[in-house]
């Protein structure tokens, strides 16, 4: 099973759980601190991804660094752990946000660059998005330096991949074909 795909999962039931008990706008605001603490840090990336690392000392830090979270979102770095899947916090809260976000009626788009959009890009974007979609849609925006040029455009289920290094990528696997 995908990375993702477990994410996802891992982020269906929390929000499942976090609008049967009214408290999906707290954990929301929890899995936005998660993936800025995860974000900022570099120290605390390298331990969640550590395999040399146990569990029971990666949920001990993830408990100090989250002392004032929501019950939930502690439940949620436990079942990660019980599971050895606690390298999927980050994806998990991303996931996570995005089901809110959707459940809000918002559409994100998250367009991954070489390098930051300026405004005007950003502007550009979204009114394609608008005329594609027929909604209003907010823009989020991730640097990757790998993919070298071009853009990865994310909405919901689709994606459109004009990155350079996607069409290198594709360009392999047509030459490994002939």
Do not use: C, W
């Not at 982020?11 to 707290?26: R, T």
């Not at 949620?76 to 390298?87: A, S, Y």
């Not at 005007?120 to 070298?148: H, R, Y």
Request: proline share 2%; net charge neutral.
């Amino acid at each position: 099973m995908s990375e993702t795909l477990a994410a996802y999962r891992y982020a269906k039931a929390v929000m499942d759980l976090a609008v049967e008990s009214k408290q999906a706008d707290a954990l929301e605001k929890d899995m936005r601190q998660v993936r800025e603490a995860i974000a900022e840090s570099e120290d605390l990336r390298d331990l969640l991804g550590n395999p040399v690392v146990n569990t029971a000392e990666k949920l001990k830090a993830l408990k100090a660094v989250f002392a004032g979270a929501k019950p939930m979102t502690q439940k949620l770095f436990d079942v990660l752990g019980e599971n050895k899947r606690i390298g999927l916090l980050d994806t998990v809260a991303h996931q996570f946000i995005l089901l809110y976000e959707k459940m809000q009626g918002q559409d994100v788009a998250l367009v991954t660059t070489a390098v930051p959009l300026s405004a005007a890009q950003e502007k550009s974007i979204l009114s394609q998005l608008k005329k594609i979609t027929g909604k209003e849609t907010s823009l989020k925006n991730e640097v990757d330096p790998e993919l070298i040029g071009g853009f990865v455009l994310r909405v919901g289920d689709l994606e459109y991949n004009a990155s350079v290094a996607g069409k290198l990528d594709h360009l392999k696997r047509e030459l490994i074909k002939r």
